[in-house]
């Protein structure tokens, strides 16, 4: 069984990456999620629906061990299947001027988008260059390619992890392994909810907030067979905001 498996899938738009990847392809979808069980199994149930398999799998992409623990015991029970793609989604915010940051606030957030990507590509890197094939696609966001105000740590977790893309990509790009990365903007969300969306528009070229879906279709392409000659590439989704 090939498998695709999304960190922080069970909400926003890890969940509108699930849903999408389970709609354009026969990937059976891996749910990992934190703490939120019952969005999980709600993810999980939206696939169900649409007549395709997924499950859900608990794991927190900052600790290492916890990763290693939960994807080891996942592949010992399904000695057959392959993890082919990987969607480093799994990210959080704690904005705030950099001056006032306290230290907690920083480790926190780079250790979600960036050591997460380490914990989890890390792991599974080894199985996928041996199969020959593979599809690693990071979130990153806005922030970690113009920098954003207040959002320094985010800025410099999502820059990194831009950084790695480009770099990584070119390692493993001879065993049909592509790396990529999505840069969404200002997308409908949990994380977006206390925004004033009425206010900031009017900064986006196209007047409007994204949906999660607009940038599940990007991941969902990346993910194909038909994405095959792009790697170390990052697809700006923000309505013009930064291009």
Known sequence: MKCALITGGSRGIGKAICKQLAQDSDYHILINYNSNKTAALETQKDIESLGKTAEIIQFNVTDANQVKSALDAWQEQNKDSIIEVIVNNAGITKDGLFMWMPPEDWQDVINTSLNGFYNVTNHLIQKLLRNRYG??????????????????????AKGALVAATKALAQEVAKRNITVNAVAPGFIKSDMTANLDEKELKSMIPINRFGEPEEVAYAVSFLASRRAS?????????????YS
């Open 229 to 241: 000659y792009i790697t170390g590439e990052v697809i700006n989704i923000n309505g013009g905001i």
């Open 135 to 156: 599809r690693i696609i990071n979130v990153a966001s806005v922030s970690g390619v113009k920098g954003t105000a207040g959002q320094t740590n985010y800025s410099a």
